[in-house]
């Protein structure tokens, strides 16, 4: 256990959710940690905002079609934009687009910017490198149909959290040497997974009680079966110095802390353009708790702030 500090809206959910008599989603098999997964997050999130264009596309993937979808504030654009491209959180084993359709729609419209969700595929059904290989897929896919989507893309922004985080840290590494179409120019990453064989530290200190935990870690793992020496799971591999600008987002009390704060001093060690911010007090996952935990939204408010302030400076 750690005496860090916890906020008091934190630490309402967390007490209930250990009062809670649900088996933890590493007790049960994939299938129903996906519906406990999506459950809590009906509880705990906040509702998606209306928005003028929510169109589902797909898209070839290496075992199959890929399933997006595109959230717009705006229903028809002209001019140049840039575009989020999206992979949500899970583990490699749980999540899909509706875990995270109300994050989603709210980054469309406060960023008045296109997001294309990836809906990769998932293990163990499809274990390593099924996930960075979709995700490539994927970005490639958006970066060469503009006219499909109706869009005139200036540049890709990979995004997402967790091992979402992790995938677009893998796309903005592998991309920056086998260029899509259009380039990447910025890449968000929330509270990433940058390696697997990370120890001690923040793995230790809130390895149980704080919503991630070490034990759902090690079952996803075991699911998901990564190789530690293929930059496809671990992105620090590649020539960092090639990573495009970056804003890096931990939460203070998450297991992975530690090592989003190496990986951003690491590319700030390589000469990135990097804003790294750490969100005091909150658990890992506190994008997909904005109604639980009203400290949450102010949060992810502060780093779309940052995205805005880093995209409009590459503008100038």
């Not at 086998?178 to 990447?184: C, N």
């Not at 996952?285 to 009203?294: E, T």
Request: hydrophobic residues 45%; charged residues 20%; glycine residues 6%.
């Amino acid at each position: 256990m750690t005496d860090a500090f916890v906020r008091p809206d934190v630490q309402m959910v967390l007490t209930m959710m250990a009062q809670s008599d649900q088996p933890l989603m590493s007790e049960v098999e994939p299938a129903a940690a996906r519906e406990m997964y999506n459950m809590m997050a009906t509880m705990l999130e906040a509702d998606p905002v209306d928005l003028p264009r929510i169109q589902d596309f797909s898209c070839p993937g290496p075992a199959g079609d890929i399933a997006l979808r595109l959230y717009d504030s705006q229903a028809e654009r002209s001019a140049k934009t840039p575009v989020i491209i999206f992979y949500h959180g899970g583990g490699f084993v749980i999540g899909d687009l509706e875990s995270h359709h109300s994050f989603c729609t709210y980054i469309a419209r406060e960023m008045d910017i296109p997001v294309v969700a990836v809906d990769y595929r998932l293990a163990p059904e499809a274990p390593f490198p099924a996930a960075p290989l979709d995700s490539l897929a994927a970005t490639r896919w958006v970066a060469a149909n503009q006219d499909k989507l109706k869009l005139n893309i200036s540049g890709m922004v990979p995004c997402g959290d967790s091992a979402g985080g992790n995938l677009a840290l893998v796309v903005g590494q592998v991309l920056a040497t086998e260029p899509a179409a259009v380039p990447i120019i910025a890449q968000f990453p929330i509270y990433p997974a940058t390696r697997m064989d990370a120890e001690g530290g923040s793995m230790n200190e809130f390895a149980e009680g704080f919503l991630l935990t070490k034990e759902s870690m090690e079952y996803f793992d075991r699911h998901y079966a990564p190789k530690d020496d293929d930059i496809y799971v671990s992105p620090y591999l590649g020539d960092l110095a090639k990573s495009p600008p970056t804003v890096l987002v931990t939460a203070g009390l998450d297991p992975l802390r530690d090592q989003g704060r190496e990986y951003a001093a690491d590319l700030v060690r390589n000469g990135v353009n990097t804003n790294f911010i750490e969100m005091p007090g909150i658990v890992h996952g506190f994008i997909n708790i904005r109604k639980a935990v009203p400290s949450a939204a102010r949060d992810v408010d502060k780093m779309i702030a940052a995205w805005k302030t880093l995209l409009s400076s590459l503008d100038s």
